[in-house]
């Protein structure tokens, strides 16, 4: 862009310059003599800004132009060339915005998104995903995130909240287990944290129940994992029916349904199922003392 103004070069006397945005720099067309310069002050800062924020460009490591910084059409050049030359592709920043888009729905901490993240930033560069859509990427990788935190969720709830089949959830989530080396992920469960994640879900869980569900959860998933039983999603809600029974709280199968990945059906087979392994009658719950019943004494 050449600027025909009415200062002279000092050097050739010559009246035609050139604005460099690039440099803020005001040369002479005819010599190259440097006539201004108004780049704006570079400073380095650094902050614990979450990775959506480092993404709207409101911080990171290195030099700034703020808006606030911009007074004159020079400077607006400056922030366009430093926007066009951010490092962040537009296919990160989506990956970023489905990622929150996900993790929001199941009220994760800041930090996990943060980690999920620097997960990506590591996935990507080992191609892991390599071919992938994107939206496949972000449904798969905060389903392992969650699993390894465990963040009670499923797939057929994953699906519902990222619009990806669980299908492929399944088989790209395994490729990020496979490349953390953490492929028990998704078979790994532990009943207690699993029980006071679900009494957390439920309205006014008296302390006594809480106790008593926790004690039943212990002594049923430990005895069925010594005779090699998958410990069930239905297994847990079915031990606190059981625990609810014994200790006469008021919880229904519909509640639990309503905020556990089980089903009524579900929880009255593996009654059936427990009351054969466990030798009880599952239409007696109700008049066992579950502290008897827990230390194998059936009456």
């Not at 604005?19 to 201004?36: H, K, M, P, T, Y």
């Not at 054969?276 to 194998?296: A, V």
Request: overall charge positive; glycine content about 2%.
């Amino acid at each position: 862009m050449n600027l025909d103004i009415k200062t002279k070069c000092k050097e050739c006397s010559s009246k035609s310059f050139e604005f460099i945005e690039r440099l803020g720099e005001q040369a002479c067309v005819d010599c190259g003599l440097i006539l201004s310069v108004n780049p704006l002050e570079e400073t380095v800062s650094y902050n614990n800004a979450s990775i959506s924020e480092i993404v709207r460009n409101t911080a990171d490591l290195g030099s700034h132009i703020w808006s606030s910084e911009v007074k004159s059409t020079k400077h607006f050049a400056l922030k366009k060339q430093h926007t066009r030359s951010n490092n962040i592709s537009d296919s990160d920043r989506l990956m970023t915005t489905l990622c929150n888009m996900i993790l929001s729905n199941y009220n994760v901490s800041t930090e996990l998104k943060n980690v999920t993240m620097a997960y990506y930033t590591t996935l990507k560069k080992e191609n892991v995903f390599r071919g992938v859509k994107i939206e496949w990427r972000a449904a798969a990788l905060t389903y392992y995130v969650l699993k390894e935190n465990n963040i009670v969720t499923d797939l057929i709830t994953h699906e519902r909240i990222s619009k990806v089949p669980k299908s492929d959830i399944s088989r790209q989530a395994k490729k990020v287990a496979k490349f953390r080396r953490n492929s028990q992920v998704f078979t790994v469960r532990n009943p207690i944290t699993l029980a006071n994640t679900l009494l957390d879900r439920l309205d006014n869980t008296p302390p006594d129940l809480r106790l008593g569900v926790i004690q039943m959860v212990e002594y049923i998933s430990r005895n069925v994992e010594q005779r090699d039983v998958r410990f069930t999603d239905n297994m847990l809600a079915a031990c606190f029916y059981m625990a609810s029974k014994m200790l006469s709280v008021a919880i229904t199968q519909r509640e639990l349904e309503e905020n556990w990945p089980c089903s009524s059906v579900g929880i009255r087979t593996t009654l059936t199922t427990l009351s054969t392994m466990f030798n009880f009658d599952r239409s007696k719950i109700s008049g066992y003392d579950l502290d008897s019943f827990t230390m194998g004494v059936r009456y």
